[in-house]
């Protein structure tokens, strides 16, 4: 299974944040806010469990398997600059986060979704794979078909959602530019990346 199908809501009240933004687990975790289980006593975690806690905050919230997110580390350690912030900003940079992050869905879930099922053309180009990482100068466009644009339109429409800096995004004609590289300010994610580079440097 490439992604995680369960309960979201459980997700974010273990993680104590919204990783997934779908109507109803922000619903159900605003409901119930301690963690799931059957004691409602929380225990005190140890380093170890706190650094697991922030890992799996990056895999759920960017739909991430443990191999994916190991070989995002692994190349993040070899670029030059801090290795936290450059495998955040490799996760910033994902075709399914980039089009969550420019309006045209409501959640990544959404965004993913949509990828899979050929519902976007990069640079002209139409793509199935959610984990490509784009760059400065790529275009991304919903396909001209009808149903499609009717749908992502209204989507868009209605988004109140916060746009980011680096993407330029077309409402009307549907289309998203990425014209610059996300910085460490960039990232939508609250997380303490140092606890993770540690984590999986061991």
Not at 41 to 47: A, C, G, T, V, Y
Not at 102 to 113: E, H, M, N, P, Y
Not at 191 to 202: A, E, H, T
Request: charged share 30%; aromatic share 6%; glycine share 8%.
């Amino acid at each position: 299974m490439g992604r995680y199908t369960g309960p979201k809501a459980r997700i974010n009240r273990r993680l104590k944040q919204q990783v997934y933004e779908t109507s109803g687990a922000i619903r159900a975790s605003e409901k119930r806010q301690q963690p799931p289980g059957q004691h409602l006593r929380e225990k005190k975690l140890s380093n170890f469990g706190l650094a697991l806690r922030e890992k799996q905050k990056i895999k759920h919230y960017y739909g991430l398997r443990e191999r994916q997110l190991r070989r995002y580390f692994d190349e993040a350690r070899r670029l030059p600059g801090n290795t936290g912030e450059r495998l955040m900003v490799m996760c910033e940079c994902r075709l399914d986060n980039v089009i969550r992050r420019s309006g045209l869905t409501v959640t990544r879930l959404q965004a993913r979704q949509g990828v899979v099922h050929s519902h976007f053309q990069l640079n002209g180009r139409t793509v199935s794979i959610p984990s490509i990482l784009l760059k400065p100068g790529d275009v991304v466009r919903v396909r001209d078909r009808h149903n499609l644009q009717k749908v992502y339109a209204e989507v868009a429409a209605s988004n109140s959602s916060e746009r980011c800096d680096w993407l330029s995004t077309d409402d009307k004609g549907l289309e998203v530019r990425v014209t610059g590289m996300p910085g460490a300010s960039d990232v939508s994610l609250p997380v303490d990346v140092g606890q993770v580079v540690v984590f999986l440097s061991r």
